[in-house]
């Protein structure tokens, strides 16, 4: 299902997005840890299913509420077999003498990646103007067949509205999140790989110095100055975890004492020196090379 997401969201046609997924995939090294699976085909293809199903119900409306596209989109996934609600399974198990009839759970189906398409339909609609994933929004209670109209209206209408709400929340904390990291590493140069390193740290989660060198291209030298520019300004901390080193998002303030610029360019100023000296040489290096193939 990682791999499936990842592989999506890659292709995004909102850069911000799919540079994020490439960045994480390059840092969580999804696609290196196994061959290729039967599960993984399985996933692909129910990504593309939502896609099409999306296309489907995405009918032009009358205005930008996604309502009537939302209750074509159910009907269509109720009738899908890979979408659709299964039934409870109940197996017959023989115990000495008698024969007990166990319920068990029913299998539950992809809807995350009918969340991962939502978008689509809620831009087709003129109610979005970046298809981005609604993880939550669709439910299989929302599903069920013995629903009322009005009923199964408003359940989706809740999910969506959670699923919404919780996504205005993660904007409102990444804004937050933007003027801290202004304040903190503002005094960086532009091509600093520290803010980005934060910024992967804060939505994703801590990294060892390995996956900070895969994800960004840079040297094991590197992530120690970025590391410590991060602590000193009290953006990250170092923890070891099972004998690896880990950088952990610390989020600046939350103390009440944010740290100043100068506390955050007066311990790491070697270390930056050194970096900065060493991205200068590689840009002029980048630069006497360009009419090279």
Same mark, same amino acid.
Not at 10 to 15: G, L, N, T, Y
């Given at each position: 299902?990682?791999?499936?997401?990842?592989?999506?969201?890659?292709?995004?046609?909102? =850069?911000?997005?799919?540079?994020?997924?490439?960045?994480?995939?390059?840092?969580?090294?999804?696609?290196?840890?196994?061959?290729?699976?039967?599960?993984?085909?399985?996933?692909?293809?129910?990504?593309?299913?939502?896609?099409?199903?999306?296309?489907?119900?995405?009918?032009?409306?009358?205005?930008?509420?996604?309502?009537?596209?939302?209750?074509?989109?159910?009907?269509?996934?109720?009738?899908?077999?890979?979408?659709?609600?299964?039934?409870?399974?109940?197996?017959?198990?023989?115990?000495?003498?008698?024969?007990?009839?166990?319920?068990?759970?029913?299998?539950?189906?992809?809807?995350?990646?009918?969340?991962?398409?939502?978008?689509?339909?809620?831009?087709?609609?003129?109610?979005?103007?970046?298809?981005?994933?609604?993880?939550?929004?669709?439910?299989?209670?929302?599903?069920?067949?013995?629903?009322?109209?009005?009923?199964?209206?408003?359940?989706?209408?809740?999910?969506?509205?959670?699923?919404?709400?919780?996504?205005?929340?993660?904007?409102?904390?990444?804004?937050?999140?933007?003027?801290?990291?202004?304040?903190?590493?503002?005094?960086?140069?532009?091509?600093?790989?520290?803010?980005?390193?934060?910024?992967?740290?804060?939505?994703?989660?801590?990294?060892?110095?390995?996956?900070?060198?895969?994800?960004?291209?840079?040297?094991?030298?590197?992530?120690?100055?970025?590391?410590?520019?991060?602590?000193?300004?009290?953006?990250?901390?170092?923890?070891?975890?099972?004998?690896?080193?880990?950088?952990?998002? =610390?989020?600046?303030?939350?103390?009440?004492?944010?740290?100043?610029?100068?506390?955050?360019?007066?311990?790491?100023?070697?270390?930056?020196?050194?970096?900065?000296?060493?991205?200068?040489?590689?840009?002029?290096?980048?630069?006497?090379?360009?009419?090279?193939?």
């Amino acid at each position: 299902m990682v791999r499936a997401l990842l592989g999506e969201l890659s292709r995004h046609p909102w =850069e911000p997005l799919a540079d994020a997924a490439q960045t994480i995939a390059l840092a969580a090294r999804f696609g290196a840890d196994r061959p290729m699976q039967a599960e993984d085909a399985l996933a692909e293809e129910a990504i593309g299913r939502a896609i099409t199903l999306m296309k489907q119900a995405g009918a032009d409306d009358e205005t930008p509420l996604p309502f009537a596209g939302l209750a074509r989109l159910h009907a269509l996934l109720r009738a899908d077999p890979r979408f659709a609600p299964l039934e409870r399974a109940v197996q017959i198990r023989s115990f000495g003498n008698r024969a007990v009839a166990i319920e068990q759970a029913a299998t539950r189906t992809p809807l995350w990646a009918v969340d991962a398409a939502l978008g689509r339909l809620l831009t087709a609609s003129g109610a979005w103007a970046r298809a981005l994933p609604c993880p939550g929004a669709v439910t299989a209670q929302t599903l069920q067949p013995q629903l009322w109209p009005g009923e199964r209206a408003m359940l989706a209408a809740r999910s969506l509205q959670r699923s919404v709400t919780r996504l205005a929340e993660l904007v409102a904390q990444a804004r937050r999140r933007a003027v801290l990291m202004r304040e903190q590493l503002g005094h960086l140069r532009s091509s600093a790989r520290a803010p980005q390193v934060w910024i992967l740290l804060a939505g994703f989660a801590p990294l060892g110095l390995d996956q900070i060198t895969w994800a960004f291209g840079i040297s094991r030298r590197g992530t120690y100055a970025i590391g410590d520019a991060l602590v000193a300004a009290r953006m990250a901390r170092r923890e070891t975890v099972k004998g690896k080193a880990l950088l952990v998002v =610390e989020e600046p303030g939350r103390d009440g004492q944010p740290a100043s610029l100068d506390q955050a360019t007066a311990l790491p100023h070697a270390a930056l020196a050194e970096f900065d000296a060493a991205m200068g040489e590689i840009d002029r290096l980048l630069a006497g090379s360009s009419g090279h193939p």
